[in-house]
């Protein structure tokens, strides 16, 4: 992709950091709207129970309120959480009925300021008689139903293999097995926990509805939100300014955006919504919630004769977009290995919690944690050294490009070489025979190493389309559209240095324009590690066509023949006559002038597109992590994390870099920290930051991450997503050298947190 001199594969300084660094971005709370009220959602306090009554009497002559909506004073429609669930699901706009988690909507509060809002909310007073909470996983299916239409609380279902009748047939998966490796295991509910909650600005002007959001995919709202309004599409606008973390939670559709432009619509007047924390912790999607079983098949050699696996994946309350992930714990199940046979089985639950959505990684990291860890417990079964068991039942390089067991269209990999990278940078080694000398020893302080392999998709679930479009001005600057929407990448930078390659414009002269959808035609938002491969893609060829069109008409004003136009260095020019050239800001007039342009050729410079891959791209890698466990206390120390991540061809090794260093922290929150809990009624147990622990990076190491670079055959960068990698690579790698560190005293497996009580209690137990 890149010629001698080009600025691609270079660290580049983001555009993007003067603002952020500077507090001069403004994000939605930093909206001045011009007499906006607020609003203010009345939650649910119980996890389950039929609504009586709603009594708003005390508050609606409260000082400052506007109005109160209730399910009782409004017609509201409900609304869809994921298109692939039966409209048995949907979830009403505001509660009238029944309430299904502790945050359900019950009224809204619309005040003139916030702190009149909040005291007007605390006088409204919910009379809801108690059903029974439904937490358990193992037990939801047949416990008591959230929906009385539906036949019982499994929302969705997927197996693997079927037949043509979508019969599952029963390979006999672990045949031929010397040892089979069993792990049941939990992947916690997180919460997304961005830096900035969630919140929404709907401002009506002029007949139109303007909606400012805190949004990954504006352009996704803009259908559902002007049909629940009854408006046409082309009056209702979404723009999404500064957006301050989104991880997969920020690219859902909730009521709270619906119900603030709801209030806007009816009231005339501007309306705003700031979630704050203790709210964003029930109200926002959480992510991972399953529980998860695997079998192993090994023989004493190390090779795999086959895989089992059942999977329990938590929806929450209204099946959303978590509620279909098993689909791809499902398609990745075999992971970077070859596995002769599979079976596998998920149903996906409801339960009496907050709703499951995208959370980084969504549904790849958990079939990666199900493989490594039952790979870890064979390893140990046949007394091979996992790093071993891996290379030997890898997915051979040579065989790419390939279709795996369950149908994922790898397109390039190189796994054992990532493994090599890895274990060279650790020095895996000296690591074991310093494990060996601590067991021996009996020291309190024990060695634990754990290796993560792994192999994820980007762009998945047919988001391998993205429009873009690039334009040259008459000032001779450009600007390039993309359907993207960034939340901290660095989007601006790699789409410039691309944009800049091909035309020659410098990257400060190169405007980025997003999350807007009266500026930007259409688009599918930033999810799915798929910005670069697509949008990046869809700018670099869109500007490669400005390119061959504008050599045209310098060819036709400069007398010269096309293959004889060159880049100067502000424009085009004849090959070898200095002289002989064209700013790109003459190039634009001309291409304005109708007398200029050469016959047939369309006014202007610019090119736009939707972009299509044509597939998903499959990124690979291999992680290492060094822990020291206190054996007495169950207290962690992390010593090292060693990351080789291959993210196909890397454009901006800056970028890469920051990728890789924050999805690591989340693997190792994960692992060590984090966990969404309720107690048996459904009351959360975690609704604030003093609760719920998300490390600093005090918790956290130096992370030594680097990279292999195999390209991808599908897009002409040649790249491969790399947000998500870091948390997949690192999550298993960790609790594997968790798991290490005691496995000499008989301990399997411990589920994650494994905060140090439960490293503890293991070790009792195993003793």
């Not at 424009?571 to 200029?596: K, M, N």
Request: hydrophobic share 40%; net charge negative; charged share 20%.
């Amino acid at each position: 992709m890149a010629a001698a001199g080009s600025i691609l594969g270079n660290a580049v300084a983001r555009k993007e950091d003067p603002g952020l660094l500077t507090g001069s971005n403004q994000y939605v709370d930093d909206l001045k709207v011009t007499n906006s009220a607020q609003i203010i959602f009345v939650r649910s306090p119980m996890a389950h129970g039929t609504i009586k009554s709603v009594d708003v009497s005390d508050a609606e002559g409260m000082p400052g309120v506007i109005k109160i909506y209730t399910a009782a004073n409004t017609n509201l429609p409900d609304i869809n959480q994921f298109p692939m669930m039966p409209a048995t699901f949907d979830r009403p706009a505001i509660c009238g009925d029944k309430v299904r988690f502790v945050g359900d909507i019950i009224a809204v509060v619309v005040a003139e300021n916030l702190s009149q809002g909040i005291d007007a909310a605390n006088m409204v007073f919910g009379d809801i008689d108690p059903l029974d909470a439904v937490i358990d996983l193992e037990t939801a299916a047949g416990a008591a139903k959230l929906f009385d239409e539906a036949e019982n609380n499994v929302c969705f279902a997927t197996a693997f293999p079927l037949d043509e009748e979508g019969n599952q047939t029963e390979p006999n998966a672990l045949d031929g097995s010397d040892f089979v490796g069993e792990v049941k295991m939990v992947t916690q509910r997180l919460a997304g926990a961005p830096m900035e909650p969630n919140g929404c600005v709907a401002n009506p002007v002029e007949g139109k509805m303007d909606v400012w959001v805190s949004h990954q995919a504006p352009h996704s709202m803009h259908e559902p939100m002007a049909a629940l309004l009854g408006m046409e599409k082309e009056m209702v606008r979404i723009v999404t300014p500064w957006v301050g973390g989104g991880f997969g939670p920020k690219a859902a559709f909730y009521n709270e955006y619906f119900l603030t432009a709801m209030a806007a619509k009816d009231l005339g007047r501007a309306v705003t919504w700031t979630e704050i924390r203790s709210e964003n912790m029930v109200s926002m999607v959480h992510g991972r919630a399953m529980v998860m079983e695997a079998k192993l098949g090994i023989k004493s050699d190390g090779t795999f004769t086959g895989m089992e696996a059942n999977v329990i994946a938590d929806a929450g309350a209204y099946p959303a977009l978590g509620a279909i992930l098993p689909m791809l714990t499902q398609l990745l199940a075999p992971a970077v290995y070859t596995v002769p046979k599979l079976k596998f089985n998920a149903i996906t639950v409801l339960t009496t919690t907050t709703s499951i959505g995208a959370y980084r990684g969504a549904g790849r990291p958990e079939a990666t944690q199900l493989i490594e860890r039952a790979i870890d417990v064979a390893a140990a079964g046949i007394g091979m050294d996992p790093a071993e068991v891996r290379r030997k039942n890898f997915l051979p390089a040579a065989d790419f490009p390939l279709t795996t067991i369950t149908g994922a269209n790898y397109d390039s990999g190189e796994y054992e070489k990532a493994l090599d990278a890895a274990l060279e940078a650790s020095g895996y080694s000296q690591l074991r025979a310093d494990q060996a000398a601590r067991r021996e020893s009996g020291d309190v302080k024990q060695l634990g190493i754990g290796i993560g392999s792994y192999v994820e998709v980007t762009a998945p679930l047919g988001l391998h389309v993205e429009y873009s479009k690039v334009e040259v001005h008459e000032d001779g600057t450009a600007s390039m559209y993309v359907g993207t929407s960034a939340h901290g990448q660095g989007h601006d930078t790699a789409f410039s240095m691309l944009v800049s390659e091909q035309l020659g414009i410098p990257m400060d002269k190169i405007k980025h324009v997003q999350s807007d959808t009266d500026a930007v035609r259409s688009g599918v938002g930033t999810m799915g590690s798929r910005s670069l491969q697509t949008a990046g893609s869809g700018v670099y060829v869109a500007a490669e066509h400005v390119l061959n069109k504008a050599k045209e008409l310098a060819a036709h004003l400069l007398e010269a023949s096309v293959d004889d136009i060159e880049k100067t260095g502000d424009g085009l020019g004849v090959a070898g006559v200095p002289t002989s050239a064209l700013s790109w800001s003459d190039l634009a007039r001309a291409a304005a002038d109708d007398a200029r342009r050469p016959d047939g050729m369309d006014a202007g410079l610019e090119f736009e597109h939707d972009w299509d891959q044509g597939d998903s791209t499959f990124p690979f890698g291999t992680h290492v992590s060094v822990v020291e466990v206190d054996t007495d206390t169950g207290g962690v120390e992390i010593l090292r994390h060693i990351a080789v991540d291959d993210c196909g061809t890397i454009l901006n090794p800056m970028l890469v870099r920051g990728q890789q260093h924050g999805g690591i922290a989340q693997g190792v929150a994960q692992v060590l920290f984090e966990h969404v809990q309720y107690d048996e009624l459904g009351n959360p147990q975690t609704a604030n930051l003093m609760d719920y622990l998300v490390p600093s990076a005090a918790e956290l190491p130096s992370f030594e991450a680097s990279n292999t670079e195999t390209a991808s055959p599908r897009n002409p960068i040649g790249a491969k997503g790399v947000g998500e990698s870091g948390t997949i690579g690192s999550t298993p790698a960790l609790h594997n050298a968790v798991v290490d560190a005691v496995a000499h005293l008989g301990v399997q497996h411990i589920d994650m947190p494994c905060t140090p009580q439960a490293i503890f209690e293991a070790i009792q137990a195993a003793q």
